[in-house]
Structure formats: structure tokens, C-alpha cells
């Protein structure tokens, strides 16, 4: 087998339709070698039958990352399919509605918790869950979008990303030992399930169309993927904690 990720084994999360920037990055990795595990929440024959669309029909276990119980039971679940994982890709993210538009000053600490525990105590959650799996090291990859900045409607999801690249250097830091690398990919924006949840997410549409220097589609996953798959290969074996811009350019500029 030949590819960017030959031999590799890999765990991806996040895939609810084929818009799902997960569903690139299982596509792109099996194009360049990779076996893929899928992880999916909620409506699974979905997972499944989209499952199907990729090169090569990937298994689909279940995951909820917020049950301890799926949690503790998923390394045996993967082991069913492949004898261990050289990484594993988080792309889940979640808030309620109250989180999101502008509800930042009035979002009950229920719903941002809920937020918080989907989108960022997750990454660790994940990484733990996978950690049996992966004696030989490997590499967590996560997406976030860009956390440095207060951006319109974003609100809560805004600090729970916060959340996640900060825990993303953390798990950095207390796994790097073991040969394990986290890095996440600040994505622009793109038309997902998750995006589309978002009141006034067409701001963020109309702003990166208009400003980012190299362009931007918003319905293009795979330059998001491509980094991932980057992030995933042994052509970053010195390179943790780290986030890489996928985002046109727009992060670089002042307007
Ligand atoms: N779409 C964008 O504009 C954009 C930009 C930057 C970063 N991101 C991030 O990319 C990641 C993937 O999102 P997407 O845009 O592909 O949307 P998506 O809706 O396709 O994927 C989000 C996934 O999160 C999963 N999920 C939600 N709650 C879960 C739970 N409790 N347990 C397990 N999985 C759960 C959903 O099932 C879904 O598959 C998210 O972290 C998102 O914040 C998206």
C-alpha cells in the first residue's frame, strides 16, 4: 500500500454526512493508505449508510463522547477491526441553542456545560479512551476555529474551541512521553450540519468570501482535510501542541 498514510490505522469521529469534514478526512486518508475506523453519535444507520459512500466501506462503532460507558468500552470495540491506532481524529463539536447567536450574556451554565463537555473535555476523553490502542505513539488531530478572537454569534462554542486549544496543548504536554503528538486545524468556514446550527453563520460566509487573501469556498472540506491528514502522517514527527490555519489566510489580516 502506498500513500501519505500507508499502514496507518486510524479512528475518525465527526461523520454525519458527507459534508462532514470527517467524512473528507476518511476518504482522502483510505485514498492515501490509511485503514479507517468511524466513530458515530446518534443516528448510526445515517453514519452508516454514508459510511458506504467512501472508497472503501469503513466499520462504524458508536460513540457518545459524553458516556463514560462508550468511552470505557470503545478500545475493545476498535480492536474488533484493526490490532491498534496510529491516530485518532476528533471533529465533534456541540452547543445548545442558547450558546449560539448571541446568547452569550444570558446562556444558562446547563447548556454551556453541556458545550463545554461536548466540544472540549472530549479531546482528552477521545485521547484516553484511545490510549491502549496506541503503544506505539501516534498523532490526536482536532478542529477548531480560530480562538484568539471574540467573533459574532460564536459565543459560547467560541470559548469552548478556546477550551480545546488550550487542551490540545495540555494533552501535548502530558502525552508527548508516550510519542503520542495533538495538534488541531483552525478551519474556516464551512457548510456543515454544526455550521448550519449556528444563527448568523452567513456572517462568517460573506466576511471570509469578501477577505480571505487566497479566497475561500465554503463547501470545499478537503483543504481542511489535507492538513489533517498532514498533521496524521510522519511528516510533522517534531510538531505538538501546535495549530495549523486552514482558513484561506484570514487569520493573517487586519480588515
Ligand atoms: N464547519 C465549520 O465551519 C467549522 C470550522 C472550523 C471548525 N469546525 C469544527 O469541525 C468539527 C466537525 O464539524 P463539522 O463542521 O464537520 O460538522 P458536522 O456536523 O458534520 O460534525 C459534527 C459532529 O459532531 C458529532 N457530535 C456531536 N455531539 C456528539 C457527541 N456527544 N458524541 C460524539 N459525537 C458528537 C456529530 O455527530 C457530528 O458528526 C467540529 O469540531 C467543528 O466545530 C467546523
Request: net charge negative.
Given at each position: 500500500?502506498?500513500?501519505?498514510?500507508?499502514?496507518?490505522?486510524?479512528?475518525?469521529?465527526?461523520?454525519?454526512?458527507?459534508?462532514?469534514?470527517?467524512?473528507?478526512?476518511?476518504?482522502?486518508a483510505?485514498?492515501?493508505?490509511?485503514?479507517?475506523?468511524?466513530s458515530?453519535?446518534?443516528?448510526?444507520?445515517?453514519?452508516?449508510?454514508?459510511?458506504?459512500?467512501?472508497?472503501?466501506?469503513?466499520?462504524?462503532?458508536?460513540?457518545?463522547?459524553?458516556?463514560?460507558?462508550?468511552?470505557?468500552?470503545?478500545?475493545?470495540?476498535?480492536?474488533?477491526?484493526?490490532?491498534?491506532?496510529?491516530?485518532?481524529?476528533?471533529?465533534?463539536?456541540f452547543?445548545?441553542?442558547?450558546?449560539?447567536?448571541?446568547?452569550?450574556?444570558?446562556?444558562?451554565w446547563?447548556?454551556?456545560a453541556?458545550?463545554?463537555?461536548?466540544?472540549?473535555?472530549?479531546?482528552?476523553?477521545?485521547?484516553?479512551?484511545?490510549?491502549?490502542?496506541?503503544?506505539?505513539?501516534?498523532?490526536?488531530?482536532?478542529?477548531?476555529?480560530?480562538?484568539t478572537?471574540?467573533?459574532?454569534?460564536?459565543?459560547?462554542?467560541?470559548?469552548?474551541?478556546?477550551?480545546?486549544?488550550?487542551?490540545?496543548?495540555?494533552?501535548?504536554?502530558?502525552?508527548g512521553?508516550q510519542?503520542?503528538?495533538?495538534?488541531?486545524?483552525?478551519?474556516?468556514?464551512?457548510?456543515?450540519?454544526?455550521?448550519?446550527?449556528?444563527?448568523?453563520?452567513?456572517?462568517?460566509?460573506?466576511?471570509?468570501?469578501?477577505?480571505?487573501?487566497?479566497?475561500?469556498?465554503?463547501t470545499?472540506q478537503?483543504p481542511?482535510?489535507?492538513?489533517?491528514?498532514?498533521?496524521?502522517s510522519?511528516?510533522?514527527?517534531?510538531?505538538?501542541?501546535e495549530?495549523?490555519?486552514v482558513?484561506?489566510?484570514?487569520?493573517?489580516?487586519?480588515?
Amino acid at each position: 500500500m502506498s500513500g501519505l498514510l500507508a499502514g496507518k490505522r486510524l479512528l475518525v469521529t465527526g461523520v454525519i454526512t458527507d459534508a462532514s469534514i470527517a467524512f473528507s478526512v476518511a476518504k482522502l486518508a483510505q485514498e492515501n493508505g490509511a485503514q479507517v475506523v468511524l466513530s458515530g453519535y446518534g443516528r448510526l444507520s445515517l453514519v452508516e449508510r454514508i459510511a458506504k459512500r467512501l472508497p472503501e466501506p469503513a466499520p462504524v462503532i458508536e460513540l457518545d463522547v459524553t458516556s463514560e460507558e462508550h468511552l470505557a468500552g470503545l478500545a475493545d470495540k476498535v480492536r474488533e477491526h484493526v490490532d491498534g491506532l496510529d491516530g485518532v481524529v476528533h471533529s465533534i463539536g456541540f452547543a445548545p441553542q442558547s450558546c449560539l447567536g448571541g446568547g452569550f450574556l444570558d446562556a444558562p451554565w446547563a447548556d454551556v456545560a453541556t458545550a463545554l463537555q461536548v466540544s472540549t473535555y472530549s479531546y482528552k476523553s477521545l485521547a484516553m479512551a484511545a490510549l491502549p490502542l496506541m503503544s506505539s505513539g501516534g498523532a490526536v488531530v482536532g478542529l477548531t476555529f480560530d480562538a484568539t478572537k471574540a467573533w459574532p454569534v460564536y459565543d459560547w462554542m467560541g470559548v469552548a474551541k478556546a477550551g480545546l486549544e488550550s487542551a490540545s496543548r495540555y494533552l501535548a504536554l502530558h502525552l508527548g512521553k508516550q510519542g503520542i503528538r495533538s495538534n488541531l486545524v483552525a478551519a474556516g468556514p464551512l457548510r456543515t450540519i454544526a455550521a448550519k446550527s449556528i444563527p448568523g453563520f452567513d456572517q462568517f460566509e460573506d466576511a471570509w468570501t469578501e477577505r480571505a487573501p487566497l479566497g475561500w469556498s465554503l463547501t470545499d472540506q478537503e483543504p481542511a482535510a489535507r492538513a489533517c491528514l498532514a498533521l496524521l502522517s510522519d511528516w510533522f514527527p517534531a510538531t505538538t501542541g501546535e495549530i495549523v490555519h486552514v482558513d484561506g489566510g484570514y487569520h493573517a489580516i487586519g480588515a
